[in-house]
């Protein structure tokens, strides 16, 4: 009898041919190539340096599509949302010392938002590292250990045979949920040093998935099959699992109002009568979540964004699906499901009763209400305007990336994002610099969309370069820039304070004259234009960049009072 583990993949005849016969000149950098192939990666991003001058040699040997940014941090931007509309583990490219720690950030947003980015960094020559300081250019005594608390896992090949069973093993990791950002390196020596490893035929990895315990899905059922008064917190976990259908299957048959967070924009419906929208910065919101009897919450970890500041206190059972171990139950106490959300709503699907509730759809209608009359009363037309605009210039298709900005944290509560994995910003780390970088890489995943890059004056001067990227390759990006003469977030917080603003009005360019002078088109529009303008840029085929002139204001938040 033959066992499942005895079975083993034969080659092919050409990938005999292709081991017994290698071609002449490879080196370590064609095995990390060869290697990337076969687990299926198309395209990869990043910056030559000396350190990784193997890999970017092997490149031109090989299909794989290289993309090149200006800068390491955007490059790992770029990654980290192709990894977010693929699914695939976008690989990233860097150098050793300053060319990798400069993508540090990027990683840290990909981490906080489950994005699977394969980043593989050059290292010192084979001696250098561990031992004592031999004057390498970028040496570090552990570089490893600036990334460990970063990233989901690290990987070292520190001879050309470990190279793709750790790079194997990084890819493996990277789309294991919760996905994340995994850091392989290898030595400069290593990578160029000519090879006799026959080349990488194949590689696929198979991710473990994650179900729940059904244990623990059959008194989940039972709860929310008894509740009176059940909701639903949707976060990003039900975005990333592609689960948003299965969700809304659950939420009808329960009759249960549904909130998604900002990192879960469109897992639900925005017009669905039982949609809660995602007004989670709003009092109202939090008192009607706290009332529930019976709070389901997938996806989401209960973070600050998405508990109103750690101002909400759930009176009623918790009960929380999360991938992430270390995230399970660790803001509020909870009936804990450690699942993919997919998998755990079809348990829940399979085994919940038909609860009506012909009271649900009015509760949802009447604390929606409370919340545009508290935001009526605040005299933030403009910015409900220039809002409605932007949602009425993109396609519904379309995908967005935002960078930390007033009107972001409008859109977090306000924009309906019309389908899910469409609405992405930087909320995971908070980092600025991510809207345009991010949005070239979803643009390079999907050209059959265009995309659309916000961001505040402040926040487009960290990657004005990239203009360079979106030209280069002509990507179908518009950038709109919201121009208020200054840092407009910190501005918020700095006047709240100490009751001015301080240090939040840097010099600027003119933005315009800027993106022409890279051959993007360039266009100066008002709140009463935007909408055609922004429309008209991003049907126009290749790059663009709308600048609005505007103060915005937020508005008035609850949690302090």
């Given at each position: ?57 092997a ?40 060319g ?10 990909a ?42 896992s ?17 890819w ?13 390196e ?7 040093a ?20 059904p244990e ?34 659950l ?33 109202h ?8 009897d ?23 059972r ?13 803001n509020?106490?909870?009936?804990g499901?450690?699942?993919d959300?997919?998998?755990a709503?079809?348990a ?6 038909e609860?009506?509730?012909?009271t649900?759809?009015?509760?949802v ?13 605040q005299?933030?037309?403009?910015e ?6 932007v ?26 994002a019309k ?46 370069a ?31 304070a100490?009751?001015?603003p ?6 600027r ?6 993106a ?9 529009t ?23 002139p ?12």
């Amino acid at each position: 009898m033959t066992h499942d583990h005895d079975l083993v993949l034969r080659p092919t005849a050409a990938q005999t041919e292709a081991a017994l016969n290698p071609p002449p000149g490879r080196t370590g950098g064609d095995l990390v190539v060869e290697t990337l192939a076969g687990l299926g990666a198309t395209t990869v991003f990043g910056l030559p340096g000396r350190p990784a001058l193997g890999v970017f040699d092997a490149l031109r040997r090989s299909d794989l599509r290289h993309i090149g940014l200006r800068m390491e941090n955007n490059a790992g931007f770029a990654a980290d949302a192709y990894g977010r509309i693929t699914g695939e583990a976008a690989p990233l490219l860097l150098s050793a010392g300053p060319g990798g720690l400069t993508a540090l950030a990027a990683l840290q947003e990909a981490r906080a938002a489950s994005a699977p980015v394969l980043a593989i960094g050059g290292q010192v020559p084979t001696a250098g590292p561990g031992g004592g300081r031999r004057g390498h250019p970028h040496e570090l005594p552990d570089r490893a250990a600036s990334f460990r608390g970063v990233v989901k896992s690290v990987h070292t090949a520190r001879t050309q045979s470990q190279i793709p069973s750790a790079i194997a093993e990084a890819w493996t990791s990277a789309l294991t949920v919760p996905h994340g950002p995994v850091w392989v390196e290898i030595p400069q020596d290593v990578l160029l040093a000519r090879t006799s490893i026959p080349v990488v035929t194949g590689g696929d990895t198979f991710p473990e998935e994650l179900p729940p315990r059904p244990e623990l899905t059959a008194v989940a059922a039972d709860l929310l099959s008894r509740a009176e008064r059940p909701a639903v917190i949707a976060g990003g976990g039900v975005v990333r699992a592609d689960a948003s259908k299965k969700l809304r299957q659950l939420a009808e048959r329960l009759q249960a109002p549904v909130v998604t967070t900002f990192g879960g924009k469109g897992a639900f419906p925005w017009t669905h009568p039982l949609s809660l929208q995602s007004w989670l910065e709003d009092r109202h919101m939090t008192d009607f979540l706290e009332d529930a009897d019976v709070l389901l919450v997938v996806g989401s970890g209960l973070g600050g964004l998405s508990s109103n500041h750690h101002t909400f206190r759930p009176r009623g059972r918790v009960i929380q699906i999360e991938a992430d171990l270390g995230t399970l139950e660790s803001n509020h106490p909870a009936l804990g499901i450690h699942a993919d959300a997919r998998l755990a709503l079809q348990a829940l699907l399979e085994t919940v009763e038909e609860r009506p509730d012909p009271t649900a759809r009015e509760r949802v209608r009447e604390v929606l209400g409370r919340v545009r009359e508290r935001i009526a009363s605040q005299g933030l037309t403009l910015e409900q305007d220039v809002l409605a605009a932007v949602r009425g210039a993109l396609p519904a298709g379309a995908p967005s990336f935002w960078d930390m900005t007033v009107l972001t944290s409008w859109a977090w509560s306000a924009f309906d994002a019309k389908a899910p994995n469409t609405m992405h910003s930087a909320q995971g780390a908070g980092g600025l610099g991510y809207g345009f970088p991010a949005a070239l890489g979803a643009a390079v995943a999907d050209p059959t969309h265009p995309v659309l890059a916000v961001s505040g004056d402040d926040s487009a001067l960290y990657s004005v370069a990239e203009l360079a990227t979106a030209r280069r390759y002509d990507l179908n990006v518009t950038w709109l820039i919201v121009d208020d003469g200054g840092e407009g977030v910190p501005r918020e917080y700095t006047t709240d304070a100490s009751g001015q603003p301080t240090a939040t009005e840097p010099t600027r360019p003119d933005y315009v004259a800027l993106a022409e002078s890279f051959g993007v088109p360039g266009v100066r529009t008002s709140p009463r234009t935007l909408e055609a303008d922004l429309a008209k840029a991003l049907a126009s085929p290749g790059p663009s960049v709308v600048v609005l002139p505007a103060v915005l204001r937020g508005f008035a938040p609850t949690h302090l009072d």
